[in-house]
């Protein structure tokens, strides 16, 4: 079978890399006249919708939730909006405007809940039942629309008004910077709502428990080899005990205690091809040894160990507390449980 040409395009004579570019470029100036609009009226909105939403989320003993709508591609941009409040502590949830009209308003507490609202144009029809039911039971309403006049964002408490910037469509139509910077507005309300009530890694594991981002965020505890499995001798040790020792417990390393039962060294099979020598065998452990080696705690989290061994480009740590080994994690581990 013959093997296709390799495409001798370049990024100056292909159209699709032109289309691709500014595309890009166009969504980036969107972005950019996004974060300029924080200089003006967006900012004071924008942190007073922060602060409204943090008393109705929980961070002063409000139980509510964020809940999120929009409709067609808004709507799409709301669900990962809400995706993202929930992941990083803030109750959200998402509600189809269609449906809300359809027996779905059910689901807004008139008591605690906040309603974000999606649409460009501010004028969706499938909103307005949505609008008039935050207006009758007094329901908080935050609106992202980039139309001041618009019904939404007169009816709004809180209007995040999105500033004009065209579509990377060339027919001005599909809608690609507008999803973009209302995605962007979004992602910057959770991280402020993130950062303000100090959310933290392990927070983050709590609601992550599956999948990589889980198993980053392990402690080091939790996945140590501990006891009998340690390979380790003491000062003044052979380095012929050492190597059986270092073979028997098969981690390619062996710790080395001092008179106090502290960590004073390690031997790895790097140290060994480093001072591999006729007398090798007969010396002591001491004089083959990496003094102060690199170890972790209990507490840390498998992916700082991780980083750890990339950086110095070592396959095993010591796990230590109070100067004592007590664990041994190799980067097998962390490959197992589906770190690296």
């Not at 699709?16 to 500014?22: D, Y």
């Amino acid at each position: 079978m013959q093997k296709p040409e390799k495409s001798t395009a370049t990024t100056a004579s292909s159209p699709h890399i032109a289309v691709a570019l500014r595309t890009l470029t166009t969504e980036a100036n969107g972005l950019g006249a996004l974060s300029a609009a924080f200089a003006g009226d967006l900012g004071a909105a924008f942190s007073e919708a922060v602060e409204k939403i943090r008393i109705v989320s929980g961070q002063h003993g409000g139980q509510g939730r964020v809940i999120v709508t929009g409709m067609g591609k808004s709507g799409h941009i709301g669900r990962k909006i809400a995706s993202t409040l929930s992941s990083t502590g803030t109750p959200a949830y998402f509600v189809h405007p269609g449906e809300a009209s359809h027996g779905d308003l059910g689901v807004i507490s008139d008591k605690s809940d906040i309603i974000l609202a999606l649409s460009w144009s501010g004028e969706t029809a499938e909103l307005r039942d949505l609008i008039d039911y935050a207006k009758r039971f007094r329901v908080p309403l935050i609106a992202i629309t980039s139309q001041p006049a618009s019904a939404l964002a007169q009816a709004a408490d809180i209007a995040l008004l999105l500033p004009a910037a065209p579509e990377a469509c060339p027919n001005g139509l599909a809608p690609t910077t507008s999803t973009l910077m209302q995605l962007a507005l979004g992602d910057a309300l959770a991280v402020a709502l993130l950062e303000s009530r100090g959310f933290t890694a392990l927070d983050f594991k709590a609601l992550h428990p599956g999948g990589k981002l889980g198993a980053s965020l392990t402690f080091i505890r939790d996945v140590m080899h501990e006891g009998e499995k340690l390979p380790l001798v003491r000062l003044g040790t052979p380095m012929s005990s050492a190597i059986v020792e270092m073979s028997a417990k098969g981690f390619g390393c062996v710790g080395v205690l001092n008179e106090a039962g502290d960590l004073a060294g390690i031997v790895t099979d790097g140290d060994l091809r480093r001072h591999m020598r006729p007398d090798l065998l007969t010396s002591k452990v001491e004089d083959v040894m990496t003094k102060n080696p690199k170890s972790a705690t209990p507490d840390q989290l498998a992916l700082e160990v991780l980083e750890t061994l990339n950086a110095s480009n070592i396959t095993a740590l010591f796990v230590v507390e109070n100067k004592k080994p007590r664990g041994l994690v190799h980067l097998h581990d962390l490959l197992r449980i589906g770190v690296a």
